[in-house]
């Protein structure tokens, strides 16, 4: 069975180095479960999409990424059983080509199904759930080696989905398919900050998924991305602009100045799903990986003052902000989810790379919305203490049980997740 000792490690962004005493890379199930059985303490390495240390161990880190993948559609029960390390970008290629369709994507389509489902990773979307709530099954490697299977309707699912690695080794993931469907997206420049906070229902209602973007400075205005179910469209033509904002005439990134190639066609030119939803197409690499990331995701009913707050820091937030983007997304039961229990705004920044730039201006970002109880993206940069985040999740103390149940020795943990265990005997 192939391993090997690395020096270090690095997360995609290149901001969190670690360095595992062992890399494990299984080429079968049966190897993976034997080293996860043997190992004291262990840690799964995705995509490497995060930008905190969630991922990060220095005890055996193991990849499941040589392992055959499988992608298994049942047409009778309109579900998918997909491999958790494979991406989006792959499964929603063959879930396309089966006739069927997921019901969201993320902005990359480059990301894992594991990595994403465990720590609430989301579209965008009003009566859209995030990618965890798709989840009707998962399967995990237990800590004796033994596959567990968590099925929608078990009393330990709602605890299960969104799990921050901490309960196992997902091997499998099960989820809900739709109809394949095709959507038109279409992009507004130069939407006023004041006609979007005025007009902010009906501008995130108007479409099947949308996206505001700002690069924030003293006077924001915001982009603003439709993604629209063809079958939902009752007009043949896009509305010529949305409350001053005019359609763009060309293609558009959502950073200024950035070449659009890698993203997924505007302009209101049918395609399938899966090459509309997300913002960029999965032959791109999205970016060098120079950036760094945060999250906060609030009540919706909150999302004008928030971004009224953050208007006042617009110049800090200018200096080092490459874009902001709000999305928005339906509530759900997931305990760790950061939409559980109320219908969510995200409030996503992408940083420029300079922590000691960035950290001062995130810090004053969250002062501004604490009083919004904002819950921050589990795989991106915070620095709200971990006790305050963790008392933001009523069912944290469920979960807790839950871990120490199905993982007594807390071999699946790590300082991040031992954190979060140490936020939660807090409250």
Known sequence: MPDRTPTALQNWAGNIRFSPSRFEAPATLDEARAVVAAAPRLRVLGSGHSFNTIAASDATMISLAGIEPEVSINALTGTVRASG??????LSDAVHRAGFALHNMASL????IAGSIATGTHGSGDRNGNLATAVAAIEF???????RTVARGDEDFPGSVVHLGALGVVHTVTLDLLP??????????????DQALAHFDELTSSAYSTSLFTAWGASPVFQYWVKQRTADQTHPFPQANWYGAPLADGKRHPVPGVDPEACTVQQGQTGPWHERLPHFKPEFTPSSGDELQSEFLIDRADAPAALEALAGLGERLGSVVQICEVRTMAADDLWLSPAFGRDTVGLHFTWVSDFGAVAPVMSAAEAALEPFSPRPHWGKLFSIPMDEVCSRYPRMGDFEKLRARVDPEGKFGNDFSDAVAGGAANQ
């Open 109 to 112: 389509p480059h990301i894992s």
């Open 141 to 147: 490697i237990g800590p004796d080696g033994e596959l």
């Open 85 to 90: 390390w494979i991406t989006y970008a792959a």
């Open 180 to 193: 394949g469907f095709e959507m038109r997206q279409y992009v507004y420049d130069g939407l006023a900050f």
